[in-house]
């Protein structure tokens, strides 16, 4: 099983333009190993807010996870996720890898909105792309991990919604998350690297957290609170998986850690996992290794399948 998890990213060609929240009859690319279609819009307020949904092979209806990218929020695109919508996909998952509106364009919330826009389109779609509307999660690195854990903590949350960008009449409740070394508690970044022996700049008002929030990041800490996964924890929250890297210099594992424990206080140990990779840094090699994709694709497994 382990060999099938990297899959080439030739399996995921093709597109289909759609321009629409409304789904149109445009026929997808296909072949033996995949079903793919690309640029989907979810909502039609930024041209940002498209998606790309791989199907695997088979009759369906598919679990789904909702893939984050990264970028500091300032920067990335959904087609950088291609390696990890293979793996998902050659194991029987289908994989929406997804662009929301970066701070450049809109500050905090646009950017959970965005996430929880594009899985209420994936439940009002379902039919369409062969989608289980129960089984839904997500999965993002740095700022994607940020955001996969606030759709996993944040559900009903009206602030965070975005109404208004269609489909409000379905969840954007996901029932299992991954969160891969994302900044979680913005007002505590600069002081846990400091007690990790280095120094980050997070308070600046220059830095991407400030830049999201639309000002130095302490002299908004209540705004601040509500781009924190941990201030919505409850026990109906997803179930999670977290991993960091203990020689990350971006953002603090402590980051991870203080999240896996604010959610075990209320949720229990049951469905909540914390990893740290030894010597491993912001990303990189530690987390693509097969042997890492297979405890994702376990997880995964677990709660969606």
Known sequence: MVDSLIVATSLLFGSCKKSDVAVDDTTASTSTSATTFTD????????????????????????????IHGGAFMMGDKGGETSNAAA??????????????LSGEAPFPAQIQDCKAAVRFLRANATKYNLNPDKI??????????????????????????????????????????????????????????????????????SPESKLMGAAVQTIPAQVAKANPSTYITTDDAAFFIQVGSLDRNIPYTQSLNFYNALKTVKGSTDVSYELLDGAAHGGTQFSTATNMAKVIAFYTKYLK
């Open 40 to 67: 989907v819009a979810y909502a039609t307020t930024s041209s940002a807010q498209k998606m790309d949904i791989y199907l695997p092979t088979g009759a369906g209806p598919f679990p789904v996870v909702v893939i």
């Open 88 to 101: 998902l996909v050659a194991n029987g998952i289908a994989a929406v890898s997804i662009n929301y509106r």
């Open 137 to 206: 999660g997500s999965w993002g690195a740095s700022a994607g991990g940020n955001l996969s854990a606030m759709l996993g903590t944040s559900s009903g949350i009206t602030e965070l919604e975005g109404a208004s960008l269609g489909n409000s009449s379905f969840s954007s409740k996901v029932i299992a998350s991954v969160d891969w070394f994302g900044p979680i508690n913005f007002l505590t970044m600069d002081a846990e690297a400091a007690a990790l022996g280095f120094t980050i700049s997070t308070n600046s008002s220059s």
